[in-house]
């Protein structure tokens, strides 16, 4: 029992820590050392990438993990917990993140070429900022959540 804790809150720790690193170290660092923003774009971009596939195999360890806790200790009911609900939107974010928003700002940065060159005002560019604002409100979705599932999942567990 305290092992399938223990993978919970890893788990979590591991999706929330990689969050964190990539705001707040990787993508602004990148941005200040790398020589033009479409190659720091590029690294970032397969950063996020990799991030998102960080999320969907910790969550589903969450979940798997939590699930097994559960029938362990007799309590089929506490599938449906708040911290299980809460995992289950983050993956879900996360695939919409990755594979709905992610994947259409990669075809139009792929169609655009450098995007310093495309200018501010063009439709295409207007469209990709708007997207690069979701994508972020998306991750920032899922730390808030996860943060929220952390703190139920760290409190004594029955």
């Not at 009911?77 to 289950?88: C, D, G, I, P, Q």
């Not at 005002?121 to 409100?137: M, Q």
Request: aromatic fraction near 8%.
């Amino acid at each position: 029992m305290a092992l399938l804790r223990f993978l919970m809150v890893l788990s979590l720790g591991v999706w929330l820590g990689s969050i964190l690193f990539f705001g707040a170290v990787l993508a602004p660092t990148v941005f200040s050392v790398l020589p033009t923003r479409a190659l720091a774009g590029s690294v970032v971009s397969r950063s996020l990438s990799s991030l998102h596939v960080i999320g969907m195999v910790c969550g589903a360890l969450f979940l798997l993990s939590s699930v097994i806790y559960a029938r362990i200790g007799g309590r089929m009911a506490e599938v449906f917990a708040t911290r299980n609900l809460l995992v289950l939107v983050m993956l879900l974010v996360t695939l919409y993140a990755q594979y709905g928003i992610g994947a259409k700002m990669n075809r139009m940065r792929v169609e655009m070429g450098e995007i310093d060159r495309v200018a501010p005002a063009d439709p295409r560019r207007v469209e990709f900022n708007r997207l690069h604002i979701w994508s972020t409100r998306l991750e920032g979705t899922v730390l808030i959540l996860g943060l929220a599932a952390l703190f139920l999942t760290s409190r004594k567990l029955p």
